[in-house]
């Protein structure tokens, strides 16, 4: 089973973050981003992996090469941001005439992914939501696809497009791509993929729905979080690594090689390999890999790797009924 995984996104609404490091390869609950979908990708029987990278890409390859030797991992470079659609048709060499998947690298999910490739029709994942103007949505006809909707202005559905796609052939895929990039129909400026596969229902194609139980974003600082808090309650992460002295609030997330020294960790805590943390209080946040933090208090923050934080010692004489931040 192939899968492609767009991820050439800069990810700049988590800059500073994404500067050094790919959005993807932040880690929550103990794994990264790309490797929670992979997971999940792998569980469903996908063999054959092709990832369509661009800024930083080189990091993201041998991240991925080398946490998954058993599996085809390949990819391919898109260089002009111009659309979903666009990026898909970079795979086609990759992709042959057997059924395909299509995930999104930036948004985690739960799922029985048979439905995406064991169909006889085109299979697309909804999620029921309240507020269908900020997604793309399927507007069904009984138990097909009619069409499909980027952003409606007006209610014409509230089943909105997760961004998990099966297709029953690869190659129709990249035909219907090609064919909307030749064509220079453009949506909000770009390839959109929802043009593509409406080119496939105008085509004749049908396509089904099946739901997801669980979708996590990951856009923005504030939403990675988030996420991070339901993976780590629903019992994702690793452990509670080694501490010496220290106090852990579950639930959380420590590699085994993370030292906690006379500190209070979690809850909601993600802290991976090589990372000490001495003397400080952490709750709500993702600590990258080879993070010092020493004498800080730390919430609802997210550090990258090799950072170090250093807090400072306060001394106090605070009278009755005083209140004070530091």
Same mark, same amino acid.
């Given at each position: 089973?192939?899968?492609?995984?767009?991820?050439?996104?800069?990810?700049?609404?988590?800059?500073?973050?994404?500067?050094?490091?790919?959005?993807?390869?932040?880690?929550?609950?103990?794994?990264?981003?790309?490797?929670?979908?992979?997971?999940?990708?792998?569980?469903?029987?996908?063999?054959?992996?092709?990832?369509?990278?661009?800024?930083?890409?080189?990091?993201?390859?041998?991240?991925?090469?080398?946490?998954?030797?058993?599996?085809?991992?390949?990819?391919?470079?898109?260089?002009?941001?111009?659309?979903?659609?666009?990026?898909?048709?970079?795979?086609?060499?990759?992709?042959?005439?057997?059924?395909?998947?299509?995930?999104?690298?930036?948004?985690?999910?739960?799922?029985?992914?048979?439905?995406?490739?064991?169909?006889?029709?085109?299979?697309?994942?909804?999620?029921?939501?309240?507020?269908?103007?900020?997604?793309?949505?399927?507007?069904?006809? *009984?138990? =097909? +696809? %009619? #069409?499909?909707?980027?952003?409606? &202005?007006?209610?014409? /559905?509230?089943?909105? $497009?997760? !961004?998990?796609?099966?297709?029953?052939?690869?190659?129709?895929?990249?035909?219907?791509?090609?064919?909307?990039?030749?064509?220079?129909?453009?949506?909000?400026?770009?390839?959109?993929?929802?043009?593509?596969?409406?080119?496939?229902?105008?085509?004749?194609?049908?396509?089904?729905?099946?739901?997801?139980?669980?979708?996590?974003?990951?856009?923005?600082?504030?939403?990675?979080?988030?996420?991070?808090?339901?993976?780590?309650?629903?019992?994702?992460?690793?452990?509670?690594?080694?501490?010496?002295?220290?106090?852990?609030?579950?639930?959380?997330?420590?590699?085994?090689?993370?030292?906690?020294?006379?500190?209070?960790?979690?809850?909601?805590?993600?802290?991976?390999? *090589?990372? =000490? +943390? %001495? #003397?400080?209080?952490?709750?709500? &946040?993702?600590?990258? /890999?080879?993070?010092? $933090?020493? !004498?800080?208090?730390?919430?609802?923050?997210?550090?990258?790797?090799?950072?170090?934080?250093?807090?400072?010692?306060?001394?106090?004489?605070?009278?009755?009924?005083?209140?004070?931040?530091?």
């Amino acid at each position: 089973m192939h899968a492609i995984i767009p991820v050439a996104g800069k990810g700049t609404r988590m800059r500073p973050l994404t500067w050094s490091m790919p959005k993807v390869l932040i880690r929550l609950a103990g794994r990264t981003m790309l490797g929670h979908i992979i997971d999940r990708l792998v569980d469903a029987g996908v063999d054959h992996v092709t990832l369509v990278v661009g800024y930083l890409g080189d990091e993201i390859v041998e991240w991925a090469t080398g946490s998954y030797p058993g599996i085809k991992v390949d990819h391919a470079v898109q260089e002009e941001m111009n659309g979903l659609a666009s990026a898909i048709n970079l795979a086609s060499p990759m992709t042959g005439a057997g059924p395909t998947l299509v995930v999104l690298g930036d948004t985690l999910f739960s799922a029985d992914l048979s439905p995406a490739f064991d169909s006889d029709r085109n299979m697309i994942a909804v999620r029921k939501v309240e507020d269908p103007r900020r997604f793309g949505v399927v507007v069904m006809e *009984g138990e =097909r +696809v %009619e #069409r499909l909707v980027e952003k409606p &202005s007006e209610f014409v /559905s509230d089943l909105a $497009i997760v !961004g998990i796609y099966g297709f029953r052939s690869g190659e129709g895929l990249m035909d219907a791509t090609e064919r909307l990039i030749r064509s220079g129909r453009k949506t909000r400026g770009e390839f959109q993929l929802t043009d593509a596969m409406q080119m496939m229902l105008d085509d004749g194609e049908e396509f089904g729905v099946f739901p997801v139980t669980g979708w996590y974003d990951c856009g923005k600082p504030e939403t990675i979080l988030e996420t991070n808090r339901r993976l780590l309650d629903l019992g994702e992460g690793r452990g509670e690594g080694h501490s010496d002295g220290s106090v852990i609030v579950p639930p959380v997330s420590i590699h085994d090689d993370a030292v906690i020294v006379s500190s209070v960790v979690g809850p909601h805590v993600s802290i991976s390999s *090589g990372c =000490r +943390v %001495e #003397r400080s209080i952490i709750s709500d &946040s993702i600590v990258g /890999s080879g993070t010092s $933090i020493t !004498g800080a208090v730390i919430t609802a923050s997210i550090l990258g790797d090799d950072a170090v934080i250093r807090g400072r010692p306060s001394r106090l004489n605070a009278g009755s009924s005083c209140e004070i931040d530091i």
